[in-house]
Every structure is written in C-alpha cells, then in structure tokens.
T-cell receptor, first 118, second 106 residues
Framework: DSGVTQTPKHLITATGQRVTLRCSPR?????VYWYQQSLDQGLQFLIQ???????AKGNILERFSAQQFPDLHSELNLSSLELGDSALYFC?????????????????FGEGSRLTVL | GIQVEQSPPDLILQEGANSTLRCNFS?????LQWFHQNPWGQLINLFY???GTKQNGRLSATTVATERYSLLYISSSQTTDSGVYFC????????FGTGTRLKVLA
C-alpha cells in the first residue's frame, strides 16, 4: 500500500458525460501528479500541483481540468468524454519537488481509476 | 523536453535467467525512478536512484548521471517478475519511458 488513495477504482460512463476522479496523497506529501495510461501505452503526464498551486502542465486536454484543495487532496475533472478518453488514470504524490532537497521528489502511485467510456 | 528511451522494448526469459534493462535520458535530472507495472496494472516502486547504485534482493540498479543512463538488473528471474518496467526521470515532473515488457516463462 503506497498510501495514495484514488477513487473510484472503476467507472463506466457514456460519451459526452463528465466525471470527477479523486486523489488523496500520502500523509505529508505536498505534490500531486496526474497521469493517463491508455491501453498498452506508457504513462502520459497530465498535470502537477504543489501545495495547492499548479506547477507543471503536460499534454492535458482543454476538456480536462484539475485542482488541489487546501487539505491537499486533488480532483481531476474530465468533461465531454470521448471514446478515446478510456484509460487508466493514475495519481501520484511526493513529499516535495526533489530539487532543493534531494530525495523529496520520490513518487508514490495510487492504484489508479479505470475509466471506460461507452 | 526530456526524452527517455528504454531498451529492449520486449524481453522473454526462462525462469532463473538474468537480465539488464537500460534507460537513457537526454538531459540532467534530479529524480530518477524505476517502476514495475504488474499484470493487474499496479505501479510498484522499485528504486529511487538519481545517482549511484542500490540493491534490493534480486534487483539492483545503477545510475550514471553524468552519462545520462540508468540500468536495472534482475537476477534469477521468477514468473512474478513479469510485467512492464518503466523508467521515469525529471527535475520537478516525471517523464516516463515507453517501458520494457518482460515475460518470464516457467
């Protein structure tokens, strides 16, 4: 158990709908990352937050948005869903960013939320 | 952005064999990790190793940061080692390689 909690574990929905994925980081971790893994693909970086602020953005679609709340949990909102959005969405957390303080950038992943769009 | 290449892309081994997986990256980084994604999709931390050498049981890893590569060694492989091995590198965000898909045959 990595200590990172993601809900829901599985989600089936229809095209055009909107869903929210939730992530609770490990206790004490300030940074949260979201990744998308489509079938048999690698992990694509979506977005990163540190202590409530957006720090880095990857290939995140405009239909997707995320935020990190004051209690440090994060939510990823996916709207106007398309068939191609079906994927495993991972959240990860780290203590820090690993730049100023070595070792604080180590990532710990949740078990993922498997989204199926029909 | 940083480019991460892993080799080989696929590997099939007999149980008990040894293997070396390689990760090359294009820029200097503060963070480097190796993960194992098991057949159920879980991402398991293997090593956090931005430089140096670490060992954990049958697995060990070495990162030569100045030459921008890392190696993961698996010795006496077991069927439970099957899955995909990812290298991820970055300064403040992690970029994943495309992985090495390992299958260990009994």
């Amino acid at each position: 158990d990595s200590g990172v909690t993601q809900t829901p574990k599985h989600l089936i929905t229809a095209t055009g709908q909107r869903v929210t994925l939730r992530c609770s980081p490990r206790s004490g971790d300030l940074s949260v990352y979201w990744y998308q893994q489509s079938l048999d693909q690698g992990l694509q970086f979506l977005i990163q937050y540190y202590n409530g602020e957006e720090r880095a953005k990857g290939n995140i679609l405009e239909r997707f948005s995320a935020q990190q709340f004051p209690d440090l949990h994060s939510e990823l909102n996916l709207s106007s869903l398309e068939l191609g959005d079906s994927a495993l969405y991972f959240c990860a957390s780290s203590l820090g960013l690993g730049r100023l303080v070595p070792g604080t950038g180590e990532l710990f992943f949740g078990e993922g939320s498997r989204l199926t769009v029909l | 952005g940083i480019q991460v290449e892993q080799s080989p892309p696929d590997l099939i081994l007999q149980e008990g064999a040894n293997s070396t997986l390689r990760c090359n990256f294009s820029d200097s980084v503060n963070n480097l990790q190796w993960f194992h994604q098991n057949p159920w999709g879980q991402l398991i931390n293997l090593f956090y190793i931005p430089s140096g050498t670490k060992q954990n049981g049958r697995l060990s890893a070495t990162t030569v940061a100045t030459e921008r590569y890392s190696l993961l060694y698996i010795s006496s492989s077991q069927t439970t080692d099957s899955g995909v091995y990812f290298c991820a590198v970055g300064t403040y965000k992690y970029i994943f390689g495309t992985g090495t898909r390992l299958k260990v045959l009994a």
